[in-house]
């Protein structure tokens, strides 16, 4: 989440972002001081934050809509947001536009090994589908840009 404020920070005055977040951390607990499930201003980007009861294919695509982005910018590889944003362009049921996927590490040798059997039947079926193709990977290293071609 940190390379997302510091991008929206960085670039704000540019760019028109809207971001689409989950409405809690790792505790699982609902953030407090936001409304859910509807648009927040902070610092001067619309942030909507979804609970977990609305974490649905239907609805992202609405926001999709609403929001009528040039492009989206996906930091996780196997988060349910972005798998679902994955499958509504594989199904072209959101317009053409760039997607930057941010593996953020978890394509590396160790992260792959948690939750193994998991990852390892998604990888396969996202593989063979090309849910992964077309994409542009944003990578940090060689090591991690290696990764992201040994994925798609």
């Known amino acids: 989440m940190r390379s997302i404020v510091n991008m929206v920070a960085r670039f704000k005055n540019r760019f028109d972002f809207r971001v689409v977040t989950f409405d809690h951390d790792g505790d699982g607990e609902p953030y407090t001081t936001v409304n859910i499930n509807d648009w927040n201003e902070i610092e001067g980007t619309q942030v909507y934050y979804l609970s977990k009861d609305k974490i649905k294919i239907s609805k992202l695509r609405q926001l999709i809509e609403e929001a ?82 040994s994925f798609k």
């Open 68 to 149: 009528q982005p040039d492009s989206i910018y996906l930091n996780s590889v196997f988060s349910v947001m972005s798998v679902f944003v994955l499958t509504l362009r594989k199904l072209k049921l959101i317009p053409p536009m760039g997607i930057i996927l941010a593996p953020e590490g978890e394509l590396s040798e160790g992260a792959l090994k948690l939750k193994a059997t998991k990852k390892k039947a998604f990888t396969k079926f996202a593989k063979s589908s090309g849910l992964y193709r077309d994409l542009i990977w944003k990578t940090t290293a060689e090591p991690e840009k290696k990764e992201a071609e």
